[in-house]
């Protein structure tokens, strides 16, 4: 692929993804300024949980694949002794995929281990306080390390439209590489949503969380 034309698709993401980082302040915002923005917070949150949602038919899509990938290896190696690269490959990816695109809904649903001792004792406002801690100082800061340190060598991977190192493998690495960034960014978003609920929640702009759902996130912050 032509360098000029991937640096210059590098360079809009990148102006964009500048555009976008006031949006990161807006949970701080509806803190400050509590019913002034909560429409304009609600919308994002809206949009956000759609696109995590789409990204999560893909990862279950992905899921299905890597289920008949992997009967595929293991009948073809076992009942007739072939193997073959790019059939193990599409498992790799599929698992890769299946992962990275569906991290933001486990994200959205509670469904990541929250390894945290303290957040199950907290009542409601604590609980969303530590939302705000932890996606301000670890989780935006994480996802954009992971953006920046990926960037030269995805740039590298699509002007060479870099392939398998395998003769009989797939020849899409350089897709598969793209998955790391769109996981940074997916987390990113959704983690922005999570930080509007909370402080929507701070403000009273929403309801508490559903019990069932602080009962599920107790068991996991053991």
């Known amino acids: 692929m032509d360098p000029q034309l991937v640096s210059a698709f590098g360079t809009f993401f990148k102006w964009a993804g500048f555009a976008l980082l006031p949006l990161f302040a807006l949970p701080l915002l509806a803190l400050a300024l509590p ?3 909560d429409g304009i917070a609600k919308r994002i949150i809206a949009v956000i949980d759609k696109v995590t949602g789409t990204a999560l038919g893909a990862a279950m899509f992905a899921g ?6 992997q009967l595929a290896v293991v009948v073809l190696r076992y009942a007739f002794g072939l ?3 790019w059939l193990s490959e599409i498992v790799m990816y599929a698992f890769a995929a299946m992962f990275m695109l569906g991290a933001a809904a486990a994200l959205r649903d509670g469904a990541h281990v929250r390894v945290d001792i303290l957040r199950p004792r907290f009542g ?3 609980r969303n306080w530590i939302e705000l801690a932890g996606a301000y100082l670890l989780l935006f800061p994480i996802c954009v390390r992971i953006i920046t340190t990926s960037e030269a060598g ?4 699509w002007m060479l439209l870099e392939g398998s190192r395998e003769s009989d493998g797939l020849p899409i690495l350089f897709l598969f590489k793209s998955l790391v960034p769109v996981f940074a960014v997916l987390l990113m978003a959704q983690g922005l949503s999570e930080s509007l609920k909370a402080a929507l929640r701070l403000t009273g ?3 508490p ?10 068991g996991h912050g053991a």
């Open 205 to 207: 702009a929403l309801p």
């Open 64 to 69: 299905a694949v890597l289920i008949f990938a």
């Open 83 to 85: 193997s073959f690269t």
């Open 124 to 126: 409601e406002a604590g």
């Open 35 to 37: 019913g002034l923005l």
């Open 154 to 157: 995805l740039s590298r991977s």
């Open 209 to 218: 969380a559903e019990p069932a759902a602080d009962a599920e996130a107790s």
